[in-house]
């Protein structure tokens, strides 16, 4: 039966499990972000090698279920570590990495694909006349990018950047796969102390629904003032 007695314990219990998923969320978004504006880039530009490399890149890890690359990050990235350090002369102890980094760069590398997209989109719905008309004034290749490029493109991802952003959240639920605890693992082992496993989950929910409606608010905001100054 639903206890309503064990809502409030269970809230502070799983609510201690929030900032460490928000600041893994917002590393994971950082660094994908970025990745993924490198891949778009070197696909807009065409440059050879780079882009059949890019793309490839992609069709693998848009292709691979998020949970097998947390395993082969896992299982593969202290050996290669320790391989690579061996080369170069250094002695590191790879096997010692936290399980949380390794979910970090799991997953950066996993939504980096998508985050590609994101960007591809934004760069190609931008108006070629006008880095025309603003080369054709006198702008360098830095100055057009700066004042008439980029102000454009990030307001064309900012609703799909905040979608990204929330499919990682979602996907920290997978780090339990390694035992690093999140708000989902955290209601799982709430539950298993006292087995009320309906009222953790639907703390959780509740949770996720608020960082959800935040997160969607925030970008309306940022996208909206982006528009204005553009």
């Given at each position: 039966m639903f206890d309503l007695e064990v809502l409030l314990p269970d809230?502070?219990?799983?609510?201690?499990?929030?900032?460490?998923?928000?600041l893994m969320a917002v590393t994971v978004f950082i660094c994908s972000t970025l990745l993924g504006g490198l891949f778009a880039f070197v696909e807009h530009r065409r440059l050879p090698?780079?882009?059949?490399?890019?793309?490839a890149y992609k069709i693998a890890f848009k292709g691979v279920p998020m949970v097998v690359v947390i395993f082969l990050a896992y299982y593969g990235l202290p050996p290669a570590l320790d391989f690579v350090a061996t080369l170069f002369g250094v002695?590191?102890?790879?096997?010692?990495?936290?399980?949380w980094v390794i979910i970090i760069v799991a997953l950066s590398a996993c939504v980096a694909a998508f985050q590609a997209?994101?960007?591809?989109?934004a760069l190609n719905s931008f108006d070629s006349g006008q880095?025309?008309?603003?080369l054709s004034l006198g702008y360098s290749g830095g100055q057009l990018f700066r004042r008439v490029m980029f102000p454009q493109i990030i307001v064309a991802a900012i609703p799909d950047?905040?979608?990204?952003f929330m499919v990682i959240m979602k996907a920290l639920s997978l780090a339990f796969a390694i035992e690093v605890?999140?708000?989902?693992?955290q209601a799982q082992l709430t539950a298993a102390l006292n087995f009320y496993y309906l009222e953790a989950f639907l703390v959780a929910v509740v949770f996720y629904m608020v960082i959800?409606?935040?997160v969607t608010k925030l970008a309306d905001k940022i996208e909206a003032r982006l528009r204005v100054r553009t």
């Open positions: 809230f502070w219990s799983i609510l201690d499990a929030v900032p460490v998923t928000l090698v780079l882009r059949q490399l890019v793309i002695k590191v102890n790879a096997h010692s990495l936290p399980n997209e994101v960007w591809k989109g880095s025309d008309a603003a950047l905040a979608n990204a605890v999140d708000i989902f693992a959800a409606y935040v």
